[in-house]
Structures are given as structure tokens and as C-alpha cells.
């Protein structure tokens, strides 16, 4: 039987077994159209919306015949979780910090600056004794529960 997949780009049209289960659907429309399974949330417009949620179910479970309709929705993959790290600053005051895996030096930097008052030109971030001057968090090996060290910058010249 042919069921129609309608996104907000157009129409398309698939052929499938009613006893195929939603997951096999999902992976023919990975074939179709490129959207990699978990990012697709299928819905079936029969009057009502009824959401194709669990993968391992047959569509004839959700009442699909021939010409019905289906909804695709592709969904943003979600954001890794924040980890959490302490910084020591020059006084040996700990602070804690929710930071995402691939946030930049410079950006931590300046939050820094904002939470502790110190200028990121001033700031020198120190991790399992490497300075970290540029690049990712996550490059210098940060992970959860990390401290860096925060010390000054000598003046002069």
C-alpha cells in the first residue's frame, strides 16, 4: 500500500506492508530522504493527530490503509548535556560553572570576567598543569567535575 509523507518542503510518496513496523518506515524515509531516524517524529493525520511513537509497532497498529496521510516533523538532535567544572581564582576561591563540551577558552574566559571581575586579557587558565590559550574546553581534556586554576597575568613589561 502507499502512504503519503507530508513535510513543510512537500509530499512524497512511499510504499510499505502494513504489518512494517514504524521503525522500517522510518528507515525507508532515511533512504528516501536523508533524515536519520531518531531526529523524525511521525504523525498520523486521521481527524486526529496520532503521534507513530513506538518503533517496534506495525503501522497497521496505528490504523494506516492505503492513501493515508503522515505527518514528518524532523527535530533539532538535542544539545549535549552541561557538565559542571570548578575554577579556583587567584585566591584559591572555588566556583562552579555549567559549561557545554564544546565551548570555546575565550567564551569561558568571559564568563569569567563577568562572575569574578578579572579581564579575560588578565585571566590565565590552567588545567592538569597546561595553559589553556585557545580552542575548545574539551581540548585540554575538561570533563565533568574538572578545577582550573585561574592566575594573573604579570603586569609590566
Do not use: C
Not at 559542571?84 to 559549561?99: A, F, H, M, W
Not at 597546561?130 to 581534556?141: A, F, H, I, N, T
Amino acid at each position: 500500500m502507499d502512504i503519503t509523507i507530508t513535510m513543510v518542503s512537500g509530499s512524497h510518496t512511499v510504499s510499505v506492508n502494513p504489518q512494517d513496523t514504524v521503525g522500517s518506515l522510518k528507515i525507508k524515509i532515511q533512504s528516501m530522504l536523508g533524515v536519520d531516524p531518531q531526529r523524525q517524529r511521525l504523525v498520523f493525520i486521521n481527524g486526529q493527530k496520532t503521534p507513530l511513537n513506538d518503533d517496534s509497532k506495525p503501522i497497521s497498529y496505528y490504523g494506516l490503509q492505503h492513501g493515508s496521510q503522515v505527518s514528518l516533523l524532523v527535530t533539532e538532535p538535542p544539545l549535549p548535556a552541561p557538565i559542571q567544572v570548578t575554577l579556583k581564582n587567584e585566591k584559591g576561591q572555588p566556583s562552579t560553572y555549567d559549561i557545554q563540551p564544546g565551548e570555546t577558552v575565550s567564551n569561558f574566559k568571559n564568563r569569567v570576567e563577568k562572575r569574578e571581575g578579572v579581564p579575560a586579557s588578565q585571566q590565565r587558565l590552567i588545567h592538569e598543569s597546561r595553559e589553556m590559550q585557545g580552542g575548545k574546553l574539551e581540548d585540554y581534556s575538561v570533563r565533568n567535575h574538572s578545577t582550573i586554576y585561574m592566575t594573573l597575568r604579570l603586569r609590566g613589561g
